[in-house]
């Protein structure tokens, strides 16, 4: 089974800085997805961005970047310029390539993200 | 193209009560899931359908029925509601269940169980 932790329950940046929220999977797979979702106060799960494990490119979406590092079964997300549109939770996700597993999305607990003016 | 429409948007129930959650979409997709959100767990699965008549269980399905008798309809049913229940409900479909191919939620539907 696979388990995604994000270890981070709030965090708080200034608007037009940077901030990186974490996430860590544990998983025995070695080809998967993971995608960070993002749910603003509308409930809206609106896809941010998504990493083919067999990437080693860091995946990029304008102001939102991945750091994956397959090894160390890391998947952090960076928002660069934060704007106020950015307040919401964000959940990472995981989903294996194949198999039984390959028709659940597994999600972390969500890291509520708060953009100041 | 409305994409995943669910209805309703928000329901009270009384303890016993059955209801069934409709989930709708319009794009063709063979593959619907339904994740219930609660505070501090993420979404987690509770049945999916990898086409129409073919249905199977989740993370968490104890409680819930589905069935799939159409390409666009995923209706989830609570044959007698608990407290337990009592959480935010989201659909989703894509065109298959590969991680290449994104998932399309649904606004959700906020259950209460009273």
């Known amino acids: 089974a696979q388990t995604v932790t994000q270890s981070q329950p709030e965090m708080s940046v200034q608007e037009a800085e940077t901030v990186t929220l974490s996430c860590t999977y544990d998983t025995s797979e070695s080809n998967y997805y993971l995608f960070w979702y993002k749910q603003p106060p509308s409930r809206q799960m609106i896809l941010v961005i998504r990493q083919e494990a067999y990437k080693q490119q860091n995946a990029t979406e304008n102001r939102f970047s991945v750091n994956f590092q397959k090894a160390a079964k890391s998947f952090s997300l960076k928002i660069s310029d934060s704007q106020l549109g950015d307040t919401a939770m964000y959940f990472c996700?995981?989903?294996?390539?194949?198999?039984?597993?390959?028709?659940?999305?597994?999600f972390g607990k969500g890291t509520k993200l708060s953009v100041i003016p | 193209n409305a994409g995943v429409t669910q209805t309703p948007k928000f329901q009270v129930l009384k303890t016993g009560q059955s209801m069934t959650l409709q989930c709708a979409q319009d794009?063709?997709?063979?593959?619907m899931s339904w994740y219930r959100q609660d505070p501090g767990m993420g979404l987690r699965l509770i049945h999916y359908s990898v086409g129409a008549g073919i249905t199977d269980q989740g993370e968490v399905p104890n409680g819930y029925n589905v069935s799939r008798s159409t390409t666009e309809d995923f209706p989830l049913r609570l044959l007698s509601a608990a407290p337990s229940q009592t959480s935010v409900y989201f659909c989703?479909?894509?065109?298959?269940?590969?991680?290449?191919?994104?998932?399309?939620f649904g606004d959700g539907t906020r259950l209460s169980i009273l």
């Open positions: 996700a995981f989903i294996p390539y194949s198999g039984a597993g390959s028709y659940q999305l597994t």
């Open positions: 989703a479909s894509s065109y298959s269940n590969m991680g290449n191919q994104p998932q399309h």
């Open positions: 794009m063709n997709h063979e593959y």
